[in-house]
C-alpha cells in the first residue's frame, strides 16, 4: 500500500510539473511552428516527430494530429517530420525569429498499418501492445544495451530482473525461458546463442537491424503465443533511402557491411559479416573462469527487402553463426582436479515475411521462416596437465523450428479486426551418454482480436487465442481482455486480464516422452500512464498467477516430471522519463517490487525462485553535447539479495538465505565526428566501474556442504572500445533525435 501510495504521490507530481512546462510558449526572438498532421484519409496521426534539422528543437503531434513548438534558430532551415512505417516528409523553411509558421501535413502510407507501429509506448492512448509496453528505438538500444545485445537493453526498464547467469529476460517473476522474442510477428526460437551453465550467451542477431523494438511484461495481444511472462517485439528495417556500407572495429571483433538502394527506391539487398574473438580481453581481465579456448563466433547474414507499390512490403533475412568456447574451473573436492566444458553452437536462420493492402480497409500479412540450431557439448575433468580423467560425457542436440504465419487486418475510423492463424513444426533430436531421443511436435494456433472505441473515453481490445500441440495431445482456449479509460488528453488507466501457455521445457519433455502439458500462466494488471512532449510517467501492479508448471514431483507413486507444479508473482512497476532537465539530457528512473513463489522443476516446497530479487532500480542517464558531437551516459542498477540454495538447511528453510545485495554502475562516452563520406561513432564503455562484487548464486561441494564459491559474471569489470563507420548515410539526427522522442 506505501508503493501505491508512493506511485500515486509521484503521478500527481508529474501532472503537476507537466501543467507547468505546458505553459511555456514562444518569446521574443523565437519563431512558432504549429499545425496538424494526418494520413491520405484524413484521420489525425498521433506521436509523429517534428524537428527543426540539426537542432534539438521539435515535439510530437498530439491525439488529435496537432502540434506546436518555438526555435531560436533564424534563416533556411529544413523541417524534418518522421515517424515509424511512413515515409519522412521533408519542408524547407525560412526562420524569421518573430514569426509564425502554420503547416497542414499529410503522410503517405510506406510499409505498416498505422495502429501496429508507434513511436513512443507512453504517449499512446491506444489499445495496441506498443501503447502499453516499454520501447526502445535503435539509438536508444544501442546506447543502452552495453553488449549491443537488444535483451540487455532492456534490463534496465521496469519489470526485468538484470542477470548475468543465462540469457533471455526474466519478467515480473518468471524464468527466461518464459519470455519470446518475435521479429517482423514470427517466433525467434533461442534469441541468444547456447551457453554453459552460469554464464549468458549473446546475441545472435545485431540491435542495427531493427528499426524499433518494445517489451510487454504482460497481458499482450492474442496474436503472440508460447510465452507466459513476457513478449519482446522487434521490427526489422525498411528499404533504406539510400545506399550505405558499414565497417566496425574493435578489440573483440571486426565486421562489415553493405546495404544498396535501386534507382527506384523500392528495393535493396544487403550483407554483413563478422568476426568475434574475447581472447585479447579476457586475458587483460579478470574472470571466475579459465579457458581453453576462448569464445570465437563467426556470422554472415544477407537480406532484400522490396516494396513494389505503396501499401506492399516483402522482406527476407538469413544469417548463419557458429561459436566456441572451452573453459574449466576447479573441482571444489579437488583442487587438483578440473573441470572442463567444450562448447560448440551452429545457428542456421531465415525468414521471409509480407504486408499488402487488399484495399483501403483490408490488409493482408504473414510469413514463413526456419531455424536449426546445433549444440556440441563436451564435459570431462582433467589433472593440471589437462588431461582427461575418466570418460567424456557427450551431448549432441539439434533443434528444428519451421513456421508460417498469416493475418488478416480490417480497420475503419479506429475500430481493429485481426485474424489469423500459424503452424510450428519442432524437431529435436539429443545423444547424451549414449542416450538418443527424438521429439516431433505440430504446432498450430488461430486467433481473433478486436479493439477500438467502446463508449466515450473508454476503449478496449478482446482476443481469443486457440492452440493444440500435437505432442503434447492438448487444445486450449486462452482469452484475453484490456481495457483503457482516458483521463485527459496525456493520461490514461488501464487494466487487463489475459491467459497464456506455453510448451515445457525441451530437457523435460524427452524424460517423459512428450506427456506433458502446457505450463500456464494468468495475467491480472491495473495501471496508470501520464505522458508529454518530453515526460513521461508510469505505474502498474500485477499479479500473476502460475498454473500446472513442470515439477519432479515426489509425492506421485513413481517419481517423475508431472505437470503439478503453481505459484504466484506479484508486485509493482514504476517508470518516470524526463527530458526537460537539460537541453539534450535524457533521464529515467525505474522501481520494480515483486513478490514470486513457485514450487516447480526439483523445488521440494514452493519458494521464490534464484532469478528474483524483491527490490530493483534503475538510473540512467544521457546526455548529447551537439557542438562536440559527444555523448555521455551512465547506467545505475540495484537489486536486493537473491534466494540460493544451502544443503545445510533443512527442507522447510528451502531458499531461505539471500545473497549479497547486487549493484553495478556502468559508464560510457560516444564520440560523434561528422564528416561529408562518413558517420562515425567511437564507443568507449566501463562496465562495473567501481568493480562491486556481485555474487548472484552460490555452488556447494557435494560431499562436503562447508565448502562453496560465489556464481557472478564472468568478468566483474570490463572496458570496451569500438568503432564504427557508415558511408552513405549519415545518421547524426538519429542521434539528435532520441532525445526528442
Not at 51 to 75: K, L, M, P, R
Not at 193 to 207: E, K, M, Q, V
Not at 294 to 310: C, I, M, Q, S, V
Not at 388 to 413: C, M, W, Y
Request: proline residues 3%; glycine residues 8%; neutral net charge.
Amino acid at each position: 500500500m506505501l508503493l501505491l501510495l508512493c506511485a500515486i504521490a509521484f503521478a500527481a507530481s508529474a501532472h503537476q510539473l507537466s501543467a507547468q512546462a505546458d505553459l511555456e510558449n514562444s518569446a521574443a526572438g523565437k519563431t512558432v511552428i504549429y499545425g496538424k498532421v494526418h494520413d491520405k484519409k484524413g484521420e489525425p496521426l498521433i506521436g509523429v516527430s517534428l524537428q527543426v534539422e540539426g537542432t534539438y528543437d521539435g515535439t510530437i503531434t498530439e491525439f488529435d494530429g496537432s502540434f506546436q513548438f518555438s526555435t531560436e534558430a533564424q534563416g533556411s532551415a529544413r523541417l524534418i517530420v518522421s515517424m515509424f512505417g511512413f515515409q519522412n516528409v521533408e519542408q524547407d523553411i525560412v526562420l524569421s525569429g518573430n514569426d509564425s509558421l502554420s503547416f497542414d501535413i499529410s503522410f503517405g502510407k510506406e510499409t505498416l498499418n498505422l495502429e501496429e507501429v508507434v513511436v513512443s509506448d507512453v504517449r499512446q492512448v491506444q489499445t495496441t501492445d506498443k501503447a502499453r509496453a516499454t520501447q526502445l528505438n535503435r539509438v536508444e538500444a544501442l546506447t543502452t544495451a552495453v553488449d549491443g545485445n537488444v535483451q540487455s537493453a532492456f534490463q534496465t526498464m521496469a519489470g526485468v530482473q538484470p542477470t548475468a547467469l543465462a540469457g533471455g529476460l526474466f519478467i515480473r517473476g518468471g524464468a527466461g525461458r518464459e519470455s519470446q522474442a518475435f521479429v517482423d510477428g514470427m517466433l525467434v526460437d533461442d534469441f541468444n546463442y547456447s551457453s554453459p551453465s552460469n554464464t549468458a550467451g549473446s546475441a545472435r542477431f545485431s540491435a542495427n537491424m531493427f528499426k524499433g523494438s518494445f517489451l510487454s511484461t504482460g497481458g499482450f495481444s492474442a496474436k503472440y503465443g508460447q510465452a507466459i511472462s513476457g513478449a519482446l517485439i522487434l521490427e526489422t528495417t525498411d528499404v533504406p533511402l539510400k545506399s550505405s556500407a558499414d565497417i566496425g572495429l574493435s578489440p573483440l571483433f571486426a565486421e562489415a557491411g553493405f546495404e544498396k538502394v535501386n534507382q527506384k527506391k523500392n528495393f535493396s539487398y544487403g550483407a554483413t559479416g563478422k568476426y568475434q574473438n574475447l581472447g585479447i580481453f579476457l586475458r587483460l581481465m579478470p574472470t571466475s573462469m579459465q579457458f581453453t579456448e576462448y569464445p570465437l563466433t563467426y556470422e554472415g547474414t544477407a537480406n532484400f527487402k522490396w516494396r513494389p507499390k505503396e501499401g506492399t512490403q516483402v522482406k527476407t533475412f538469413a544469417s548463419y553463426g557458429d561459436s566456441r568456447l572451452g573453459l574449466f574451473n576447479q573441482d571444489l573436492d579437488e583442487a587438483s582436479v578440473l573441470e572442463h566444458t567444450k562448447l560448440r553452437n551452429r545457428n542456421l536462420f531465415w525468414q521471409s515475411t509480407f504486408s499488402h493492402d487488399l484495399s483501403n480497409r483490408w490488409s493482408l500479412s504473414g510469413g514463413a521462416g526456419y531455424g536449426r540450431r546445433q549444440t556440441d557439448v563436451n564435459q570431462f575433468a582433467s589433472n593440471d596437465e589437462m588431461t582427461p580423467l575418466g570418460e567424456i560425457f557427450e551431448v549432441d542436440e539439434a533443434n528444428t523450428l519451421s513456421q508460417a504465419r498469416v493475418n488478416l487486418s480490417h480497420r475503419k475510423k479506429g475500430q481493429t479486426l485481426d485474424v489469423g492463424a500459424e503452424v510450428q513444426h519442432r524437431s529435436d533430436v539429443i545423444q547424451a551418454g549414449g542416450i538418443s531421443g527424438t521429439l516431433n511436435d505440430t504446432y498450430g494456433a488461430a486467433y481473433a482480436e478486436k479493439a477500438g472505441v467502446l463508449f466515450g473515453r473508454l476503449q478496449g481490445r478482446a482476443g481469443l487465442r486457440l492452440e493444440n500441440s500435437q505432442l503434447l495431445e492438448e487444445t486450449t482456449l486462452s482469452p484475453r481482455v484490456n481495457l483503457n479509460y482516458l483521463l485527459g488528453r496525456d493520461e490514461q488507466i488501464f487494466a487487463g486480464w489475459g491467459s497464456f501457455n506455453q510448451r515445457p521445457d525441451t530437457r523435460q519433455l524427452y524424460q517423459e516422452n512428450g506427456q506433458l502439458n502446457f505450463e500456464r500462466a494468468q495475467h491480472y494488471t491495473l495501471g496508470y500512464n501520464r505522458s508529454t512532449n518530453k515526460r513521461s510517467f508510469r505505474a502498474e501492479m500485477y499479479w500473476k498467477e502460475y498454473d500446472k508448471l513442470v515439477l519432479f514431483d515426489t509425492d506421485l507413486e513413481s517419481a517423475r516430471y508431472a505437470n503439478t507444479g503453481n505459484g504466484f508473482a506479484r508486485g509493482l512497476d514504476v517508470f518516470y522519463r524526463d527530458k526537460t532537465l537539460h537541453k539534450g539530457t535524457d533521464f529515467w528512473l525505474t522501481y520494480s517490487f515483486v513478490d514470486a513463489e513457485r514450487r516447480y522443476a526439483h523445488f521440494p516446497i514452493a519458494a521464490q525462485p534464484n532469478f528474483v530479487a524483491n527490490h530493483v532500480g534503475n538510473i540512467v542517464v544521457k546526455h548529447f553535447f551537439q557542438k562536440q558531437m559527444v555523448n555521455l551516459g551512465m547506467t545505475y542498477t540495484m537489486a536486493s539479495g537473491r534466494p540460493y540454495f544451502n544443503p545445510n538447511r533443512p527442507v522447510e528453510e528451502f531458499h531461505s538465505d539471500k545473497t549479497p545485495a547486487f549493484h553495478n554502475v556502468n559508464f560510457n562516452i560516444a564520440y560523434l565526428p561528422k564528416t561529408k563520406k562518413a558517420f562515425t561513432v567511437i564507443v568507449l564503455t566501463l562496465y562495473n566501474a567501481f568493480n562491486f562484487n556481485q555474487t548472484l548464486n552460490y555452488e556447494y561441494s557435494p560431499t562436503n556442504f562447508d565448502v562453496r564459491r560465489g556464481v557472478g559474471p564472468l568478468t566483474e569489470r570490463y572496458v570496451f572500445l569500438g568503432f564504427f563507420a557508415n558511408f552513405g548515410i549519415d545518421r547524426t539526427d538519429d542521434i539528435i533525435n532520441q532525445q526528442l522522442n
